[in-house]
Structures are given as structure tokens and as C-alpha cells.
């Protein structure tokens, strides 16, 4: 799978980046919006760091700092859709 080799993965804690810079994990379904809306081919989500509304797209994980996975890796958006 394309999105596998790339470092992006989906699932439950799936790092994802907003149109401002924003990391954080949220459940990620390829071709699903669980807690979000679609315009068009993009997903438009709750970013929890910025408190706003925003495109999001999964962050290539392998490109991060350490820093940066670890600050992503503590804030998670709602669990429930």
C-alpha cells in the first residue's frame, strides 16, 4: 500500500498535521471520515491544538522529530465520532 511505504499509517493514533502546522493523532480510516467532513477529496476536521477547523492529512511520521512525535503523541482529538 502506497500510504504504508510513505510512513503514513491509519488507524486508532494515526499522527495527522493541520493546514497550520498542528500535530496530533486522531483515528485515521483510509477512504472513511469518522469525525470529520469531506470537500471533495479533502478532510476537514477539529484541530484540538489550534481550536479550529482546518484540512487535515496524515504527517509522514518517518519525517518528524523526536520532539514533534512526542508533543503529537499527547494530544488527541475525541475518541468518540
Known amino acids: 500500500m502506497l500510504a504504508h511505504r510513505r510512513g503514513r499509517l491509519g488507524g486508532l ?8 502546522g498542528h500535530l496530533y493523532t486522531t483515528i485515521w480510516v483510509p477512504g472513511v471520515s469518522v469525525k470529520s467532513f469531506r470537500l471533495l477529496w479533502w478532510r476537514v476536521q477539529m484541530c484540538p491544538v489550534g481550536r479550529h477547523w482546518s484540512v487535515v492529512t496524515p504527517a509522514v511520521v518517518a519525517d518528524l522529530t523526536p520532539v514533534q512525535a512526542a508533543q503529537a503523541a499527547s494530544i488527541h482529538d475525541i475518541r468518540i465520532p
Do not use: E, K
Request: glycine share 0%; with cysteine; aromatic share 0%.
Open 13 to 20: 493514533d494515526t499522527v495527522v498535521r493541520c493546514r497550520d
